[in-house]
């Protein structure tokens, strides 16, 4: 059946959730993103653990933030402040609505770049051109687990520390830091290391492909930072099968 523009423009999808007297919205424009906030509660639990202890006003950089479900969660459940850092294009903007549909303007920035260990130009070499879609490399043309990548695009792309960005006063010294980037965990970590080294920062949530010497020399250099994590935790959020076997959520705490 055919649609006139006017039909097609006034085709907004959003989905709300509801828990508790909470409500978050999100703008679900294909199935993909749908079951993104359909399975928002049960595809990490540990990162939604996490978030329930962050007070009000306390600050968390949500690093390869997507289309923001835990930015949204984190700002709208607990009252977080909340800059979060997304580079692929479509996911920016579905972010950014994500941010204006639940009125949270006030509490969260975003910012479309991405977070490593070097400030420059570069690319950010895709797996799928497709709101919503991960698996994106931010200078290498890598996977997750660093297999050759052949991108279905090539997006031009800035990056830059977090370090840099507060020392430059961009940003507070956060409370909080999740990083999911798809495999170039560690130099995020790597150009954060002052800031994760405050006494004022709390956690950091990273995630760990245990596959990988460096991510888990990653782990290493946390600990000798002072933070100390469950194993009982990350083996309950271990991928045991698939092709993200061996992956895991690490919640860091400072002892």
């Known amino acids: 059946m055919e649609i006139t ?23 679900t424009p294909s199935e993909g993103m749908k079951w993104r906030v359909e399975t928002l509660l049960s595809k990490e639990p540990a990162t939604i653990e996490w978030i329930s202890e962050f007070k009000r006003d306390e600050i968390l950089l949500d690093i ?43 509490q969260v920035c975003a910012y479309c770049t991405a ?18 879609s991960s698996a994106n490399t931010f200078g290498e043309k890598i996977d997750f687990k660093y297999r050759p990548l052949h991108p279905a695009y090539s997006q031009g792309c800035f990056s830059t520390t977090i370090d840099h960005l507060v020392t430059s006063g961009v940003l507070p010294i956060p409370q909080y830091m999740k990083i999911d980037v ?59 099968d698939g092709p993200f076997k061996g992956i895991a959520e690490y919640v860091f705490r400072r002892q």
């Open 5 to 27: 523009l006017k039909q097609y423009e006034s085709i907004d999808p959003i989905y709300q959730l509801s828990i508790g007297n909470v409500s978050v919205s999100f703008c």
């Open 115 to 132: 977070i490593s260990d070097t400030v420059g130009f570069d690319y950010l070499y895709l797996g799928r051109f497709s709101a919503g």
């Open 182 to 240: 798809d495999g170039l965990e560690p130099k995020v970590i790597r150009g954060a290391k002052e800031t994760i080294k405050d006494e004022n920062f709390k956690s950091i949530l990273v995630e760990i492909n245990q596959n990988l010497e460096d991510h888990m020399e990653t782990v290493k250099f946390l600990e000798n930072c002072g933070f100390v994590f469950s194993q009982d935790q990350v083996d309950s959020s271990t991928r045991k």
């Open 64 to 106: 390869g933030a997507n289309v923001g479900m835990y930015t949204i969660w984190a700002a709208q459940t607990r009252g977080a402040k909340v800059f979060a850092f997304e580079p692929e294009s479509q996911n920016y903007a579905l972010l950014n609505r994500n941010i204006v549909i639940n009125q949270l303007g006030n």
